[in-house]
């Protein structure tokens, strides 16, 4: 349903550039908007990209004015978007319907008020649910685990005995928490598996990506601290412990008995080794692979990791290696010239 411009610049608070009643039917990306729809631009560097959108508006910051564009100027661009693709496409309205009767529910499992468990869930023994929370179909939540208020377990991820989930807590479809570290002993030539006697802490408010595995500790937790967000297809090891509010990108693997300080961002398929501690507030960039210990602050990238700096003058030689090769053939060629010059010039002076 068609709304004017101006309206929707009152729903987001924003001001009103060009014509305030124009029709809008749709909210896109610039790549993908069609002609009645309205976009968005996040900053001024990006203003050239209007041209080649197809939208009738833009949603832009308060100090951007994009020419004769029709646009809404608000002070938070992806805030203000969202509302707007939420009126056009509203969220699936979700009806809480209780414990299902093909939830698979042990008796001595305690719910809090307001529990949801879905079609073909398992709940096993002496496992503890907060209020609010909801456990999708097929999830599996093994005995002893305890979840807390307002956690979402999304289809088919596994809990396994003794895992704790914090309040307002996201696992996504798929993740197993508490799975057997990969630990083993040689034994009369054998490898055979080390104790796997821990489990897995997860902190309040903590998001855990689709895939992604965290491994039980070998006597005691492994942690992840609160307000930490796990993208998907990320493993973290036995006895890690994460600070709070790490995000971990996709593909990222930390091993075991690694900790990492508060706000430490790691960038995609970024590789930990063990027993080593990230510091508050690191950046390890896309594809580090991280044999040390790093430092409060730092920011590091490349394989080994070394800070940016250094590793961007590594890069730089790295790059011209193939004109050195050539210039040291040169410089052979050379020598090689002179050596023959010079003895040939020693043998006439002896005749």
Do not use: W
Request: hydrophobic content about 45%; charged content about 20%; some cysteine.
């Amino acid at each position: 349903m068609a709304v004017s411009l101006a309206e929707l610049a009152k729903m987001v608070g924003g001001a009103t550039l060009g014509d305030g009643g124009l029709a809008i039917t749709g909210a896109a990306t610039l790549a993908n908007a069609r002609p009645g729809e309205i976009t968005f631009v996040t900053s001024v560097d990006k203003a050239h990209r209007l041209g080649h959108t197809a939208a009738s508006a833009v949603v832009v910051p308060r100090d951007m004015t994009p020419g004769n564009f029709p646009a809404i100027q608000v002070d938070d661009v992806a805030a203000a978007f969202s509302l707007i693709v939420c009126h056009f496409r509203p969220p699936r309205a979700v009806r809480r319907t209780g414990v299902s009767p093909q939830a698979l529910l042990s008796p001595s499992a305690r719910l809090g008020d307001d529990v949801e468990i879905h079609p073909g869930a398992t709940i096993g023994d002496d496992v503890v649910i907060g209020a609010g929370s909801t456990i999708h179909a097929g999830a599996r939540v093994m005995a002893g685990c305890k979840l807390g208020e307002k956690v979402t377990i999304f289809p088919n991820a596994v809990l396994y005995e003794n895992t704790i989930v914090g309040p307002r807590s996201t696992i996504h479809a798929g993740a197993v928490l508490g799975g057997f570290g990969f630990g083993y002993t040689l034994v009369d030539a054998r490898h055979q598996l080390s104790a796997q006697l821990g489990h897995v802490e997860i902190g309040a408010d903590v998001e855990i990506g689709a895939g992604t595995t965290i491994d039980r500790g070998t006597y005691g937790p492994t942690v992840v601290g609160e307000g930490t967000k796990i993208d998907n297809l990320v493993m973290i090891a036995h006895n890690c412990r994460l600070g709070r509010h790490n995000l971990i990108c996709s593909q990222v693997g930390i091993a075991g008995s690694t900790t990492t300080g508060d706000y430490v961002t790691m960038a995609g398929q970024v590789g930990v080794r063990d027993h080593v501690h990230i510091g508050d507030r690191a950046v390890l960039g896309a594809q580090a692979g991280v044999p040390n210990d790093v430092s409060d602050d730092a920011f590091v990238f490349g394989s080994p990791a070394r800070p940016i700096r250094e590793q961007k003058v590594i890069y730089a030689a790295i790059a011209r290696l193939p004109d050195m090769r050539h210039e040291l053939k040169a410089l052979r060629a050379a020598v090689a010239r002179l050596e023959a010059e010079s003895g040939k010039s020693g043998r006439n002076a002896a005749a």
